[in-house]
């Protein structure tokens, strides 16, 4: 085979690769996720400060994960509920816990492209590190 066209064949391999492996992005709560939450992550996917506060004033477990290991932080970042992620974190929730794939609300708004999230994320104490 010609060395020409070996290399042809190689990069062209190489170009099929990112398309053909799995990708690895963030997932945020699907449609069925967000119906079928309950307790904090619930309030803070729907931003619900008053239920929220109610809930935080029984002291629950904080950084209670779902079936993909978020936390209610995470679903605030991802709904875009600055106001919750500010609450939750007053509440004592872990501003950079990661979740099963290693994001934090810092990575899951620079990804959305969210400056504002971004920015209340880092004003909380996230650290800018912490990007995936």
């Known amino acids: ?40 992550h619930r309030a803070a996917a729907e931003g619900d400060l008053k239920t929220l506060e109610a809930m935080l004033a029984t002291k629950p477990e904080i950084d209670k994960r779902d079936s993909y290991g978020r936390t209610a932080f995470h679903v605030a970042a991802y709904r875009k509920q600055r106001e919750v992620m500010t609450l939750l974190l007053k509440a004592g929730a872990d501003a950079n816990a990661l979740e099963s794939q290693a994001y934090d609300a810092v990575t899951i708004a620079a990804v959305a492209d969210d400056v504002e999230t971004l920015k209340v994320s880092l004003a909380l104490g996230n650290k800018a590190t912490n990007i995936t």
């Open 1 to 40: 085979m010609n060395l020409h066209l070996l290399k042809s064949a190689v990069v062209s391999a190489l170009c099929l690769l990112p398309a053909a492996a799995p990708g690895r992005a963030q997932v945020p709560p699907s449609a069925s996720e967000l119906v079928a939450y309950d307790g904090l």
